[in-house]
Structures are given as C-alpha cells and as structure tokens.
C-alpha cells in the first residue's frame, strides 16, 4: 500500500483497505514502541504543527510520533503565526510548504485545512475541524481492534451531540469499517442529511447499517458506547442549551445495562466533563477503555505520518 504523499483530511478520502493498512500499520508501530525500538522513517523531516484551538492528546500525539520517527515538530500556536489575520492561508500555506515537509493544522473551519492541503504542496494531516476530527477515529478503530480482535459486525452507539466533528467522523469511519452505527440524540442535533446518505452509501458497500434515533432503546446490543463533550470548543456559549436538550442522552449505568451485553466497553475521545456526557462510574468502571483510545492517538499518528511522509 502506498499512501506517500498524500494528506489526511478526512476519512472520506481513504477506502477501507487504506484504513486497514493504517490500522496495521499503528499496532506494528505500537507494539514495536513496547519493545523500545523506534524508527528513523521521519529522520530530517520537519513538521509543522499549527494549533488554533488548544489540545493535549492531538499535540502530544504529533510531537512525541514525529520525534520517535527522528522529525523536528515545530508548534505554532493561534498567536504564533499571521495565518487568517494578516496573511491568506492559500500564502501561509505555499510559505510553510517551502519551509516544512508536512503540515498539522487544529483549527475551526474546516475550508482552512482543506486550503491547506491544497496549496502547500506538502502532505497536510487534520488534527480536529469543526466539522471532522479523523485522527480520533483511526486510535478508536485500534482500540476497538484490540479489544474486540475484529470489526467487521461490532455495534457501536455514539449517544449526546450528534451533529458535532466526533459523531461526523465516527458516522465516516464506522460505516467504512463495516460497523453498525447509531447515533443517539435529540433531533435538532441530528446530523446534516447529505453526511448521512454519503455514509449510508458506504454502509452499503461494508454490510454495516446506520440508525439516527431520539429512542435511547436503540442501544440494544452495542458493543460500544461512546460519547463526546456537549459543548465542542467554541460552542461555550450553548452550555445551557445542550445540558436541557443532552440530559436524557447522558451515558449512565441504566444506558450502559441497555445493551442487554455485560462485554459492552466505554468510549469516549477526552476530554470528558464527568457528571454531563458520562457519569463518573461509568468512566472510572472496568468497562471503560479512554485511556487506551488516549494512547492510542500517538500510535495511530506516528502511522498516519510514517505512511505519507516517511521513507
Ligand atoms: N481527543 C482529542 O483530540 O484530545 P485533545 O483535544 O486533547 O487533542
Ligand atoms: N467535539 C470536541 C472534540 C474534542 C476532541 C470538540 O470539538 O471540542
């Protein structure tokens, strides 16, 4: 498989087979990390890694993957560069394209990391939009790998936001892989109809099925429940909002006995705010794999830079 070149904007653009070949790709790396051996495929390389909105995982991701791999990671935070303030980003794109060898871009609109893309001439990774987040997806695809030891058939329930960048790019990446997917959310958060019927498509070529229900009786045999933050950033200001609309959707003990499965794992992409989207026992429960999707943003990461830019 030859992914050379190429960005990681969304899984839209990826098949299935070239997902799997990351996945693959993410547990050689891993399992080589766990033996202490890192590689050399990023050796003289330079990363940009451009932060409009702030992180922990996606950034300690980037840079601990690209220095594993002997790149430099050179991070511009929101004030650092003039991208969107005083200079275009088709300019700061073709500038940062002479200068580095592969560009990260964390930001809000999801044109910028498109335009990204198509200017800088370098591969471009998306470390989180408003509208897709397909890194998350690839670590949470290996956790559920590692842990199931398959895909293929698995039932997996986002219930909160059902329209944000994580139940968007799960809606992608599920339907892709063949997993059922059912997102669990109040109609006004549903997500855009176009997304849905693009997914549809693929669920159809996979054999998986996509469900977008109100009913919380719709997580009958998940093997997955997932959630996200009710607010992503830059929504602050709708906190009340989502909290009166989100209640009925928070991820509990009685959503979790739901599933008619005592095997059912917890899923989330941190941050959590406990007591909202998911309470605290069933975050801190035996069933809750985050931290594991949280490592493995780094491994998923390294791959997705390895099979782009590396040698
Ligand atoms: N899950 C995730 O993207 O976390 P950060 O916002 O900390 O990068
Ligand atoms: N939906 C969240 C995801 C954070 C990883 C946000 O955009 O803030």
Not at 72 to 98: C, F, M, N, W
Not at 142 to 157: P, S
């Amino acid at each position: 498989m030859n992914l050379k070149g190429r960005s990681f904007i969304t899984l839209k653009d990826y098949t299935p087979e070239e997902i799997a070949y990351l996945l693959d790709l993410s547990a050689d790396l891993k399992a080589k990390k766990k033996q202490g051996i890192t590689g050399s495929s990023l050796k003289g390389k330079n990363i940009a890694l451009i932060f409009e909105k702030p992180s922990t995982r996606t950034r300690c991701s980037f840079v601990v993957a690209a220095v594993d791999e002997g790149a430099h990671p050179e991070y511009l935070g929101k004030d650092d560069i003039q991208l969107g303030h005083k200079e275009s980003v088709e300019d700061t794109a073709r500038v940062l394209g002479r200068i580095f060898d592969g560009i990260e871009f964390r930001g809000f609109k999801h044109k910028t990391v498109e335009d990204l893309a198509k200017y800088a001439g370098v591969p471009v990774w998306n470390g989180l939009t408003d509208d897709d987040h397909p890194t998350q997806i690839l670590a949470d695809l290996l956790t559920m790998k590692e842990h199931f030891g398959y895909l293929k058939g698995l039932h997996f329930v986002y219930a909160g936001d059902g329209r944000n960048n994580m139940a968007n790019s799960l809606m992608i990446g599920m339907s892709k892989m063949g997993v059922h997917f059912t997102i669990l959310a109040p109609k006004s958060l549903w997500p855009e109809e176009e997304l849905v019927e693009l997914c549809q498509g693929y669920a159809k070529e996979s054999g998986s099925t996509i469900t977008i229900t109100e009913d919380c009786a719709a997580a009958k045999d998940g093997d997955v429940i997932y959630t996200d933050v009710w607010c992503s950033m830059g929504e602050e200001d709708k906190a009340a909002e989502r909290i009166a609309i989100l209640k009925p959707y928070q991820v509990n003990q009685e959503l979790m006995k739901q599933t008619g499965k005592d095997t059912t794992i917890f899923m989330h992409c941190l941050p959590a705010v406990k007591g909202y989207e998911v309470t605290e026992d069933v975050f801190e429960s035996g069933a809750s794999v985050v931290f594991d999707e949280a490592e493995n943003r780094m491994h998923t990461i390294k791959a997705v830079m390895v099979a782009t830019l590396g040698e």
